[in-house]
């Protein structure tokens, strides 16, 4: 007998021998632990029974519960991810918005020196007088032509508004076609200064409203890449709570905590 005990003890299959053997003695000692089952014993030994399948069904209702949970958990993570990708083409986007918007800046300011540096000269050449010209129809003709063209070639090459050379047809918007040539030309190198400077305003400003929509698009990118890091750990803490090979959840879990995202300035 000593030695059938010592070998049970040191038996690798003890414990689930002992498992088996308090299932199998469970139900007797509810019904002799029960003075109703003393008197009942059949009564007794269904009542145990339903006590155990309907603990095990609340067992089981947990489970369910929690993978539930776990699978929310992975799938607000994907979420989340999905988000934060988008956010970060998104801001990206903003990026060259912003850089194409400082390059108009840049190119409004050249523009806008030269014409005032024309303007310059102009003034100066102006500054000595106007030749003499017979005042005949044919010269006022002429000086007509030489506005008109003036002003059409500035406008072509962006130095005037595109309703200048109508204005000019028209003899509105300031402009006189019976000035002398020289007179003319001060005045459509005035006019495109003047323009070209509030181009460039207009291109800093614009510049303005693209960076500060720059700032916002990398808060939020921010933002979703730093709720996605913490979804990614919560979603790491508990895919083991998930069945393995339970699909779309697994491939998820495992999608999520392989990504990572790096923040860029």
């Known amino acids: 007998m000593n030695m059938l005990a010592e070998m049970l003890l040191t038996e690798p299959a003890l414990p689930a021998i002992w498992v088996v053997l308090m299932l199998l003695t469970l139900p007797a000692l509810v019904v002799l632990a029960s003075p109703d089952g003393v008197n009942d014993p ?7 029974i339903t006590l155990l399948r ?32 988008q ?7 903003w990026q060259d918005h912003w850089e194409a918007a400082a390059q ?12 005032d540096a024309r303007w310059a000269r102009s003034r100066v050449t102006a500054a000595f007088g106007t030749p003499f010209t017979a005042q005949t129809t044919a010269e006022y003709a002429d000086r007509e032509r030489f506005l008109h063209r003036m002003v059409g070639e500035a406008a072509a090459r962006g130095e005037l508004p595109a309703d200048a050379l109508s204005d000019a047809l028209s003899g509105g918007g300031g402009w006189d076609a019976r000035l002398h040539p020289v007179e003319q030309e001060l005045a459509v190198h005035r006019a495109s200064a003047a323009h070209l400077e509030r181009l460039h305003r207009e291109a800093v400003a614009a510049e303005g409203v693209a960076w500060h929509d720059v700032q916002l698009a990398r808060r939020s ?40 995202h790096v923040m860029v300035g």
Do not use: F, H, K, M
């Open 54 to 85: 309907r603990r095990e069904e609340r067992r089981e209702a947990v489970r369910r519960q929690r993978r539930d949970e776990a699978a929310q958990v992975v799938r607000y993570a994907e979420e989340v991810r999905v988000a934060a990708d």
């Open 42 to 48: 059949r009564r007794a030994l269904v009542d145990s």
């Open 221 to 260: 990118r921010d933002s979703l890449y730093r709720e996605a890091a913490e979804a990614r750990g919560r979603a790491a803490a508990v895919r083991n709570l998930l069945p393995a090979g339970s699909g779309a959840a697994a491939a998820g879990v495992r999608r999520v905590i392989a990504t990572g």
């Open 87 to 93: 956010a970060g083409c998104a801001a990206q986007r």
């Open 104 to 115: 108009r800046v840049d190119a409004a300011w050249r523009s806008w020196q030269e014409a």
